[in-house]
Nanobody
């Protein structure tokens, strides 16, 4: 079984910072990429940031404020969020494109359960 678990969400004032963490565990052979998505109330889930190999991609709305990083040895990814705005309020989900140990080929997408981030004064 493969499991992704997010942590680090919470309530923060506008202009503040939070750091989200995501740990992938279980029978994992390799991870091609990891990412963060979010779903705000009443909106569709949207991409926040991706890291794949040495390449990162960000949504325009978070460029310059959020930074994604990855610890390959620990199968973890992090999202440093600075200068937070009320519109960043959402449930943040981690995902990973990975190959489980019992698969001979192919990579598959796994999701965490999400962590709530609320930006409010």
């Amino acid at each position: 079984q493969v499991q992704l678990v997010e942590s680090g969400g919470g309530l923060v004032q506008p202009g503040g910072s939070l750091r989200l963490s995501c740990a992938a565990s279980g029978s994992i052979l390799s991870i091609k990429g990891m990412g963060w998505y979010r779903r705000a109330p009443g909106k569709e889930r949207e991409l926040v940031a991706l890291i794949r190999g040495g390449t990162t991609n960000y949504a325009d709305s978070v460029k310059g404020r959020f930074t994604i990083s990855r610890d390959n040895a620990k199968n973890m990814t992090y999202l440093q969020m600075n200068s937070l705005k009320p519109e960043d309020t959402a449930v943040y989900y981690c995902n990973a494109e990975l190959r489980p140990k019992h698969y001979s080929d192919g990579y598959y997408i796994y999701w965490g359960q999400g962590t709530q981030v609320t930006v409010s004064s």
